[in-house]
């Protein structure tokens, strides 16, 4: 089945100077590349993005990890897409807890978790299709990715510009 996922190194991969390292091991999938930009990562946004863990205790570490308070102020976002892109991009993530993850995967590789229980992780992927739908919505824009991945409709503000439909 053909999907789409969110990829997103995060602050410690970029301040750790990994995204080579990254790209190489993801580019193992045999995926496309559909959209990629370098985020500097609003408040506004990681709560959105990390709205399902709202009542974890380590919450706000969280929102400020994403945000790059502790590295670098920002993100790199890609969107992988091709047959089983999920599952695919996954398993070379390896386990959320770096701790867990195969020691050949890329949080096994490159993840710590802080004293504060913070997953240093490196890198994010979408965990099925609903959430990658979301998550691509909440870090682009349709003209931003060169494929039609989700209905869009023109919107008329000062300029003229694709929104999500």
């Not at 993801?26 to 399902?52: F, G, W």
């Not at 863990?53 to 990890?65: A, H, I, Q, T, V």
Request: charged letters at 30%; aromatic letters at 8%; one cysteine or more.
């Amino acid at each position: 089945m053909t999907q789409q996922t969110l990829v997103l190194i995060k602050p410690d991969g970029l301040k750790k100077s990994l995204t080579g390292n990254v790209l190489t091991r993801l580019s193992e999938t045999k995926l496309d590349i559909v959209a990629a930009k370098i985020v500097k990562v609003s408040r506004e946004l990681a709560e959105r993005h990390y709205a399902h863990m709202k009542d974890k205790p380590f919450y706000e570490e969280l929102l400020k990890y994403i945000m790059g308070e502790y590295h670098k102020r920002k993100v790199m976002a890609l969107i992988y897409w091709g047959e089983d892109a999920i599952s695919k991009v996954r398993a070379i993530c390896g386990s959320t807890n770096p701790e867990e993850a195969d020691p050949v995967s890329i949080r096994g590789a490159y993840g710590r978790i802080t004293t504060k229980g913070v997953y240093e992780n490196v890198i994010h992927a979408s965990t099925n299709e609903e959430e990658a739908e979301r998550e691509i919505k909440l870090w682009f824009q349709p003209d931003e990715i060169i494929s039609n991945l989700y209905p869009a409709k023109i919107v008329k503000e000062k300029i003229e510009k694709r929104a999500w439909a």
